[in-house]
């Protein structure tokens, strides 16, 4: 889908060294997002609506994904806890599926087409549809340094289940039909592409790099936006320690390019071997992703669908996808570590001042499963919305379509690419809005 309004990225909006380009925050006195002041210069230098995307394979506990009420008295069940302090931004959303999932009735096909609802090619063959988030991903994509992030914190499997592709199971991004969006496993590589130009190798910061740049950007603008400019660098250089201490201490596998020409050997692929340090990295690399206009859409995959992760820093040594057939105490401690991660991103957003709102109130994040439980339950799925989606989404509310004549997740995707200025007739199976979203 090619972009229904032309972007021109303003000169003003980054930061710049050798081999590095930093997107800057929002900031009250420079119009660091759209053109330079002109006649729609009040809507260009906005905060821009983002999107992002949390999967977990293999479905929740099957007593404790609920919510009952509204508000601030809303009652969330076990798995939904880490989110009680945004019950009032949260939109609970039940009983809706993708009909095409329901055919193979196996991981693979639940999950290929868990943001397209497309058919999925069976016999190996690799087919799918074109996923919401990128629909959106190419609206922008002349408005960022970044189209789209997608994040995983393991590792695609290329095997065959049951007459279909292992790699459904492994991708919820696709950029095309017949193409899933490259998956970004490394927290190193991820952070580089936000902000280096270049993948040459070594060892100096990419605050370095623009440290000259910045300090004269430092003196144009207001006192406010000088203390939001050093919190938003501080944020950077923390992640950049964070990442370079876990690969002093061997946590994270991989290699962390940056400026030096000297030669490092990357090692062999492999999961990180920090699980919880993984996916706190790549929460805060989303976050840095939104804070800096780098992406306005992300998607963050937290294990496969059929997924082998194993979880010894919360004392569970047991594969995902056992877990998820045992539905026991284990298996609900490792879905609220997987809800942890939402919260935390939410959180980090909510710091974020934006205007009189905070980069929360312009986001909508979104977290969704294949499957309600591991029995695989494919005609009813977990779905949670948290953000103000730039004043359009009302939190503090369940919103209940079992017994509604339209319970298409197409239809949401509808309804969400509508707040983010995209107004297409039908998109997968649905040609239809979803009532109060």
Known sequence: MAPSKSYRLARRTFLRGIGVTMALPWLESAPVWGDEPSGKAARDSQPPMRLAVLFAGNGFHRGEWWAKGQGKDMELGKVLQPLAEFRER??????????????GNIHSSMTGNLLSGAPLASGGEIRSGTSFDQIIAQQYSQSTKVPSLVLGCERSNPGLHKNYSMLY????????PTAPTPLELY?????????KNTAERGDRSVLDAVQIEAAQFRRKISANDRLKLDEYL?????????????????????????????????????????LAEHMRLMCDILVLAFQTDATRVCTLKL?????????????VEVGHHELSHRNDDDFLKVNQSFLEQLAYIARRLDAIKEGEGTALDHSVLMLSSSMLHGGHDAKNLPCVLVGGGGGQLSGGRILDYLEQP??????????????????LPAFGDSQERLADV
């Open 90 to 103: 949260m939109v609970f959303i039940r009983g809706l599926f993708n009909a095409e999932a329901l055919k």
């Open 169 to 176: 199971s492994s991708h919820i991004s696709w950029s095309s």
């Open 187 to 195: 927290p190193a590589l991820a952070f580089d592409r936000l902000f």
């Open 234 to 274: 501080n944020s950077v250089r923390e992640v950049e320690q964070r990442l370079e201490r876990a690969g002093q201490q061997g946590e994270l596998q991989g290699w962390r390019p940056t400026f030096d020409s000297s030669i490092v050997q990357r090692p062999a692929d492999g999961i990180p071997q920090n």
């Open 303 to 315: 294990n496969n669908d059929h997924s082998y992760l194993q979880f010894p820093h919360l004392g």
């Open 406 to 423: 339209n319970r298409k997740m197409c239809s949401l995707y509808l309804s969400l690419m509508d707040k983010f200025g995209i107004h």
